[in-house]
């Protein structure tokens, strides 16, 4: 597979302080390999280091020390742009334009012709799902919602090889974020690949080929979401629902009964297993006290939980 984004030892520290400066350091030895076609998601809580990593590889901020490449480019080479798409987290456009006004500057920097700057604003604006009504009304009257669109297009308006996105589903509605997941997923097909990051663990989940998760400016994990998993020590995990049985019967009939983790909810006992060869004992306890099988389905620890776990980190490759 083709490596198209190369990061290497990148560190980048901040002076803090107004009489008595002192260092404080935002991002720290991070070193990680983007693949081409690939969306690779960038995890981490408020200060990890995730926006700091972005404006260091887009050349808005300079590092302490290390290195990227970016296309095989060093990022200092400011020609790569002209390959890339970018969207900040907080994007901020001239008030007076238009959305078609706005695209079609952005298309006129990347020295597109009229006829080609037309067709390319009013094709990306119908990409991005903004109702036609809004394309010749100033950017000022835009919602949340629809400045988060307009960024997404200009990011895509030079047709990029690497798209890179920080928050893209920032003040979408369900609706909104489910139109840019399947765009992100279509940007993958078409052979791009995606930078993202996002504090939507849902769909990081259904997205990423890969995941790096920052804790406190430095790598803690990298890989699939299988890979991930195994790192955290993920079990065979299973959860049984059924009716008909409440919790205090079914654990007098279950031997060991504090191995297994039962819970009453409103559409019957939820029954965690915590390894697949327990079943047949949880079944043959159900039967003794009149209990009905729903369902038997595997639990896979969510992203979230391994988001959140409390672990030292565990450098990736």
Known sequence: MTTVIEINNLTKDYDVGF??????????????????????????????????????????????????????????????????????????????????????????????????????????????????????????????????????????????EIVFLDEPMSGLDPVGRREVRDLIAGLRQEGKTIFMCSHILSDIEVLCDQVAILKRGRLAHVGNLDELRRQAGDRNRVEIVATGSNADTLRFHLPESDYYQLTSTASGLRIEVPDEKDIDEVIRALRRTGGQLVSVQPVRQSLEELFLCDRDPVIGP
Not at 43 to 59: E, Q, V, Y
Not at 90 to 107: G, K
Not at 122 to 131: F, G, I, K, N
């Open 19 to 160: 009489w008595r400066k002192r260092k404080v350091r935002a991002l720290d030895d991070l070193s990680l390999t983007v693949n081409r076609a690939e969306i690779f998601g960038f995890l981490g809580a408020n200060g990890a280091g995730k926006t700091t990593t972005l404006k260091l590889l887009m050349r808005l901020i300079f590092p302490s020390a290390g290195t990227a490449r970016i296309l095989g480019r060093d990022i200092a080479d400011i020609s790569m742009h002209n390959r890339i798409g970018y969207l900040p987290e907080n994007p901020y456009f001239y008030d007076y334009l238009t959305a078609r006004e706005f695209l079609e500057f952005c298309s006129e920097l990347f020295g597109q012709g009229p006829i080609e700057r037309s067709k390319r604003a009013a094709d990306l604006l119908s990409r991005v799902s903004l109702d036609e009504r809004w394309w010749d009304i100033q950017v000022r009257k835009f919602s949340k919602g629809m400045l988060q669109r307009l960024g997404l297009a200009q990011a895509l308006i030079n047709d990029p």
